[in-house]
C-alpha cells in the first residue's frame, strides 16, 4: 500500500531560524496537504497542492509539490515559538476521493 | 462554535466492552472520515461517508469495528469486545464536496481518546 515518510522526525531550532520538513511518497500522488498539530491538539489544514511542480505560499510558510508528484516540502522561514507543533503532509491518490495516507510527521519545537 | 464536535473527549474502559463515539460534522458538509491516531504517529484513515453511503472501508477496520451514519449528518464509529491496542485517538473530519477547490479540506475535530485497560 502507499506510504508517505517525512524527514526529519524530529527537529528544534532557535526562534528566528528556518525550518524545512521533506515528505515522500511510495506511490505518486494526486494531491498532498500539510496539517499542523498543536500539542494536545487535533490536525488543522494548512494548504493543498495539485499541479506537479507548484509552490503556494503563506506569509512565513513555502510549501512546495515535486515535478514527479511524490514529493513535497514545507518551508517556514524565522520562526516563531507560535510554528511549535507537528506538521503532517498528507497524500491523496485519487482526487475526489479523499482517502489520505498521512506521513510520519515532524516535530519542531522552538528554543527561544 | 460551527466546528466538527466529537463525543466524549475521553473514554476509559475495560477490555472486552463496547464503546461507541459520535461525530457531528460541519452542517453543511456531506463527507465525513474517522481517522485513528496512536502516540507519535499522523492519523490512519479507517472510513468515510459521503451523506449517509459508507464509500470506503481500511483494511485496519476489523469486524470488531462497524460506523454509521444513518441520516447523512452525525455518525457514530462502535469497537465491539475492546482490546488493549484499540487505545489511540479517535478523530473525526469532514468536508465539502463541492466546489472542486473546497474537496480537498478536511477539518478535523478534537478527538476521542480511548484507553483500554
Known amino acids: 500500500g502507499q506510504q508517505v515518510m517525512q524527514i526529519p522526525q524530529y527537529q528544534h531550532v532557535q526562534e528566528g531560524e528556518d525550518f524545512t520538513t521533506y515528505c515522500n511518497s511510495s506511490?505518486?500522488?494526486?494531491?498532498i496537504q500539510w496539517y499542523k498539530q498543536r500539542p494536545g491538539g487535533h490536525p488543522v489544514f494548512l494548504i493543498q497542492?495539485?499541479?506537479?511542480?507548484e509552490v503556494k505560499k503563506q506569509k512565513r510558510l513555502t510549501f512546495q509539490f515535486g515535478e514527479a508528484k511524490k514529493n513535497s516540502s514545507l518551508h517556514i522561514t524565522a520562526t516563531q515559538t507560535t510554528d511549535v507543533g507537528t506538521y503532517f503532509c498528507?497524500?491523496?491518490?485519487?482526487?475526489?476521493?479523499?482517502?489520505?495516507?498521512f506521513g510520519t510527521g515532524t516535530r519542531l519545537t522552538i528554543i527561544p | 462554535d460551527t466546528g466538527v464536535s466529537q463525543d466524549p473527549r475521553h473514554k476509559i474502559t475495560k477490555r472486552g466492552q463496547n464503546v461507541t463515539f459520535r461525530c457531528d460534522p460541519i452542517?453543511?458538509?456531506?463527507?465525513l472520515y474517522w481517522y485513528r491516531q496512536t502516540l507519535g504517529q499522523g492519523p490512519e484513515f479507517l472510513t468515510y461517508?459521503?451523506?449517509?453511503?459508507?464509500?470506503?472501508k481500511s483494511r485496519l477496520l476489523s469486524d470488531r469495528f462497524s460506523a454509521e451514519r444513518p441520516k447523512g449528518s452525525f455518525s457514530t464509529l462502535e469497537i465491539q469486545r475492546t482490546e488493549q491496542g484499540d487505545s489511540a485517538m479517535y478523530l473525526c473530519?469532514?468536508?465539502?464536496?463541492?466546489?472542486?477547490?473546497?474537496?480537498?479540506?478536511?477539518?478535523f475535530g478534537p478527538g476521542t481518546r480511548l484507553l483500554v485497560l
Open positions: 497542492l495539485v499541479k506537479s511542480g
Open positions: 498528507a497524500g491523496g491518490s485519487n482526487f475526489g476521493n479523499e482517502k489520505l495516507t
Open positions: 473530519a469532514s468536508s465539502l464536496v463541492w466546489p472542486l477547490a473546497a474537496l480537498g479540506t478536511q477539518y
Open positions: 461517508f459521503q451523506n449517509e453511503a459508507q464509500l470506503e
Open positions: 506511490t505518486t500522488l494526486s494531491n
Open positions: 452542517s453543511e458538509h456531506n463527507r
